[in-house]
């Protein structure tokens, strides 16, 4: 085939190899055109060797924008906040017509073998006897135990503790709804002043048929007035009810405790003449009110008093620690055993609260023994047997050591109780044999003060002779307190028949002995858990 005669596409065929020319021809044989033709291919190869390089474009990813936003000042966002401290009022509300009415029910004891979170049961055939209240106090409350040591730092008088206590101690709610009621009337016959007047509280309620003045101790600011001051005081407290806590009977106790603050005297005696009965009682009273509350206001007149106490207390150089109280003025030969009572429950009031009470306790003890073996002569402590009795006396003569007067082992068995001595000690043994066998009260006027101190004493005492006790007493107080209907007196226990030296201080008296008794369920600590029922 001539390759003049091939296609033009066919000459540019790389694959297509000419092999039909002779070798042996020579090269200017060859057309112009086809070395031409190689000169460009082989051009063409050359650059087909070489690189060039082209730098990759390098796309950047996507960004997103944040728009910061502008700073804050800092002490700008801290705004500034004003707290102001705001004292919660709470009004007190004087109860009309309150729960109690005519309290003449059958007291149901309430047995527990041990404490349980529980509401006291109602005592049968009283639906309107439910007066079982929590009162006001601080969470580190106390209640004043018995004895000398750690046993006086917790107590009951408040919440479901005294729900427990009055249960398990032989307590209902009749006899709370009682002493509820008692603090009504107390708290309608307060003077604006703060003061309970002995022969001026009627005027402050506006309940007719008035109550009747006292006509014992009735000179203004007098023994009589800071006395009866006190003791309602002590029968708020011992409810639960003090001056910090808010609560209805809150501005009660605080006007109380602010006027018998004032009628304090620099020596931290009280009032017109500054006795030390009336002593004994408005010590514990403010003792009482500061070991419940820790208030730093109650703190130095609480201990200005019993200072005040101390260095009056009787002391010979036979007695190494002192003994007991006279009415005024240091007199060793004339220790009397009502006045003292008061003081050693005052000095109780103040260790339980922290305050010092010196040699007074001590002292106290001297008294008790001796006075306890001067009127007793040819008894012996150790010789008694379980059925033995013995008396207490009303004065004693720690010079002499002799004794006047008897019948007042209710003050020695509380004493003896507070001093530290317990079931099984010959001398308590023997003063509540006494006690059970000549003084359980049958029916009411009573001689209330005996009632008082011994109530105390046969609580703490315990066992069989404690439910003997609690049976009648309680019945006849709660039959004995007047009720709806009876205007002014409602609340209250009538004063006439009750027997005892100066019960003429009249209705404010017979009424805080008879609330006073009622409270004993949880007022104090028991020294022994001798028994686990009541």
């Not at 009648?472 to 009876?486: E, M, R, V, Y």
Request: aromatic share 10%; glycine share 10%; hydrophobic share 35%.
């Amino acid at each position: 085939m001539n390759h003049d005669e091939l296609p033009e596409e066919e000459l540019f065929d790389q694959e297509y190899i000419d092999d039909t020319y002779d070798d042996d021809e020579p090269v200017s044989a060859t057309p112009a055109w086809i070395i031409s033709l190689s000169v460009h291919c082989l051009l063409l190869l050359i650059m087909s060797t070489i690189i060039f390089y082209r730098p990759e474009e390098i796309i950047p990813p996507t960004q997103r924008v944040y728009i910061k936003p502008d700073p804050i000042d800092k002490k700008e966002e801290k705004k500034e906040v004003k707290i102001e401290e705001v004292e919660l009022k709470i009004d007190e509300v004087v109860v009309k017509d309150p729960v109690l009415t005519d309290l003449k029910v059958e007291v149901e004891e309430i047995e527990f073998e041990e404490p349980v979170e529980t509401e006291v049961v109602q005592p049968k055939g009283r639906e309107e006897a439910v007066a079982v209240s929590d009162a006001g106090g601080t969470a580190a409350f106390m209640a004043i135990g018995a004895g000398g040591g750690a046993s006086g730092k917790v107590g009951f008088r408040q919440g479901s503790g005294k729900k427990n206590a009055l249960g398990k101690n032989g307590g209902s709610r009749a006899t709370e709804t009682a002493v509820e009621a008692a603090l009504l009337w107390f708290q309608r016959h307060q003077s604006e002043n703060g003061m309970w007047d002995v022969d001026g509280y009627m005027d402050n309620c506006n309940d007719n048929p008035k109550c009747e003045p006292g006509t014992a101790h009735t000179q203004e600011n007098s023994g009589g007035d800071t006395a009866c001051t006190a003791y309602a005081l002590l029968c708020f407290l011992g409810s639960g009810y003090e001056h910090k806590t808010p609560g209805k009977f809150k501005k009660t106790v605080k006007k109380g405790l602010d006027w018998l603050k004032q009628y304090q005297n620099k020596d931290g005696s009280f009032g017109k003449g500054g006795r030390n009965y009336e002593n004994g009682i408005c010590t514990m009273a403010l003792c009482e009110a500061y070991a419940m509350t820790g208030d730093k206001l109650l703190k130095e007149p609480a201990q200005r008093a019993i200072d005040n106490l101390l260095a009056r207390q009787n002391k010979t150089d036979k007695f190494m620690y002192g003994c007991g109280w006279d009415y005024k003025a240091l007199k060793p030969t004339r220790n009397d055993s009502s006045v003292t009572g008061w003081c050693v429950m005052a000095l109780k009031a103040a260790k339980s609260g922290g305050l010092d009470v010196g040699d007074g306790w001590e002292g106290s003890k001297a008294w008790l023994e001796n006075a306890w073996l001067a009127a007793n002569p040819g008894l012996r402590v150790d010789s008694l047997g379980s059925d033995s009795q013995s008396t207490f006396c009303y004065t004693y003569d720690q010079v002499g050591h002799s004794t006047k007067g008897a019948k007042l082992e209710c003050v020695g068995a509380v004493c003896s109780v507070f001093l530290g001595k317990k079931p099984g000690d010959g001398i308590l043994d023997s003063l509540v044999n006494t006690i059970m066998a000549k003084q359980i009260p049958q029916t009411y006027p009573c001689n209330t003060y005996y009632l008082y101190y011994n109530t105390l004493a046969m609580f703490q005492y315990g066992g069989d002779d404690w439910k003997e006790w609690n049976r009648n007493f309680s019945h006849i107080l709660i039959d004995a307190q007047h009720g709806a209907g009876t205007g002014c007196f409602k609340g209250s226990w009538d004063y006439e028949g009750t027997k005892f030296h100066g019960h003429e201080v009249g209705r404010l008296l017979s009424t805080a002995y008879c609330c006073l008794s009622l409270q004993v369920y949880y007022r104090y600590k028991r020294i022994t858990d001798r028994n686990k029922r009541v």
